[in-house]
């Protein structure tokens, strides 16, 4: 009500958003990324991939104005509700429950930077060091990790190619990963 009378009025419907938010955990959920490159399939690395896809979407409407801009913001508030959602759900109690939200706000972001100024600068062997410090940290080996890089590389120029107008309607196509494939 008070988002209403002082804020400024909602022009994108719920059920995009929604839609959006789905398609981008279904592209973090490919059994594809768990099975084939060895991202862990635990609630943390589940993380990472969300927040990845998350990142990959956000990446790909920077810089824009208007309803897109307010989509992004819609998608990163849903982002940070379902990450709350979790952790009550792993049980951490509610007096814990805003230092951990501060503590994974931190490491999107964190990620979000990485992962964005590898990208920028079309270095995939800084994208495969990112990667691997953050979704497989401590891990002093990690064959695949390159396979990932160059699949995110590929998924942000799709993500590129896509018209706004789709995202507006709520779609939006993450390619599906393919195994074998390396970055260079």
């Known amino acids: 009500m008070l988002k209403f009378l002082f804020g400024r009025r909602r022009t994108v419907s719920r059920a995009t958003v929604d839609r959006l938010y789905d398609q981008i955990v279904a592209a973090?959920?490919?059994?594809?990324?768990?099975?084939?490159?060895?991202?862990?399939?635990?609630?943390?690395g589940r993380?990472?991939?969300?927040?990845?896809?998350?990142?990959?979407?956000?990446?790909?409407v920077r810089g824009e104005e208007g309803p897109?801009?307010?989509i992004a913001q819609e998608l990163t508030d849903e982002?940070?509700?379902?990450?709350?959602?979790?952790?009550?759900e792993l049980g951490i109690s509610d007096p814990g429950v805003p230092k951990r939200m501060k503590l994974l706000a931190r490491m999107f972001y964190g990620r979000v930077k990485a992962y964005g100024e590898a990208l920028d600068a079309?270095?995939?062997?800084?994208?495969?060091?990112?990667l691997a410090r953050n979704v497989r940290p401590g891990?002093?080996?990690w064959a695949e990790v390159r396979e990932l890089a160059a699949h995110v590389g590929g998924v942000a120029t799709a993500l590129a190619?896509?018209?706004?107008?789709?995202?507006?309607?709520?779609?939006?196509t993450f390619p599906a990963p393919e195994p074998g494939t390396r970055s260079s």
């Open 79 to 88: 982002f940070f509700r379902d990450v709350e959602h979790s952790i009550r």
């Open 68 to 70: 897109i801009a307010e």
């Open 139 to 141: 891990v002093e080996r």
């Open 47 to 60: 993380f990472e991939m969300v927040a990845l896809h998350m990142f990959l979407f956000l990446r790909r």
């Open 122 to 130: 079309g270095d995939g062997e800084a994208l495969s060091q990112a």
């Open 161 to 172: 190619a896509q018209p706004s107008s789709d995202l507006l309607r709520g779609e939006v």
């Open 28 to 44: 973090a959920r490919q059994p594809q990324l768990y099975s084939a490159w060895n991202v862990p399939d635990t609630p943390l």
